[in-house]
T-cell receptor, first 115, second 117 residues
Framework: AQKVTQAQTEISVVEKEDVTLDCVYE???????LFWYKQPPSGELVFLIR??????QNEISGRYSWNFQKSTSSFNFTITASQVVDSAVYFC????????????FGQGTTLQVKP | GAVVSQHPSWVICKSGTSVKIECRSL??????MFWYRQFPKQSLMLMAT?????????EQGVEKDKFLINHASLTLSTLTVTSAHPEDSSFYIC?????????????FGEGSWLTVV
């Protein structure tokens, strides 16, 4: 079975604080992809990152960084120096090679950044 | 970059009528598209997988005759909510799979807010 767990339902921080969103996944596939999406109040899903199972290098993109650890089946997302515009729901998702293209989503983490 | 466009963004329809939502991949061909439904403060629920040139594959519990999916071309999939009822009011979002080399990325449309009155 494939599963994505985002244990944090809601997080509230003050602007300029760093915040980490946790994502733990389960899969039996050896080849899989992990995604993070941002969903602002307007509803659209914004693609943030895709990481394949063979690449455990951490990635940094501006204030965003991702820590992928296969040993703990985690793919955590950190926002450094958070801003009010970062307020949104963030979804972690898994796509396994055996899953015929279906994305398995976590429940989402609502991030509120207060000024 | 790859873009998926969804139309309309907002639609209000009367109970008993049908409404069609379009999902287009703008700069790539998508043999597979997906339709999701999202209730307030919940995650996305996969409704069906839309395959170009063949019948859609519906998830368990999704009514095929209620939610008609057509994938007539490599860049267009449509979702028609037939005989809509207020409980069908929801946020519907599509995605398209873009094959890139040995990997693939899934992009989402902007979503469509459906309100049935």
């Amino acid at each position: 079975a494939q599963k994505v767990t985002q244990a944090q339902t809601e997080i509230s921080v003050v602007e300029k604080e760093d915040v980490t969103l946790d994502c733990v996944y389960e899969t039996r596939d050896t080849t899989y992809y992990l995604f993070w999406y941002k969903q602002p109040p307007s509803g659209e899903l914004v693609f943030l990152i895709r990481r394949n199972s063979f690449d455990e290098q951490n990635e940094i993109s501006g204030r965003y960084s991702w820590n992928f650890q296969k040993s703990t089946s985690s793919f955590n997302f950190t926002i450094t120096a958070s801003q009010v515009v970062d307020s949104a729901v963030y979804f972690c998702a898994l796509f396994g090679s055996s899953n015929t293209g279906k994305l398995i989503f976590g429940q989402g983490t609502t991030l509120q950044v207060k000024p | 970059g790859a873009v998926v466009s969804q139309h309309p963004s907002w639609v209000i329809c009367k109970s008993g009528t049908s409404v069609k939502i379009e999902c287009r991949s703008l700069d790539f061909q998508a043999t597979t598209m997906f339709w999701y439904r999202q209730f307030p403060k919940q995650s996305l629920m996969l409704m069906a997988t839309s395959n170009e040139g063949s019948k859609a594959t519906y998830e368990q519990g999704v009514e095929k005759d209620k939610f008609l999916i057509n994938h007539a071309s490599l860049t267009l999939s449509t979702l028609t909510v037939t005989s809509a009822h207020p409980e069908d009011s929801s946020f519907y979002i599509c995605s398209a799979r873009h094959l890139q080399g040995i990997g693939n990325t899934i992009y989402f449309g902007e979503g469509s807010w459906l309100t049935v009155v």
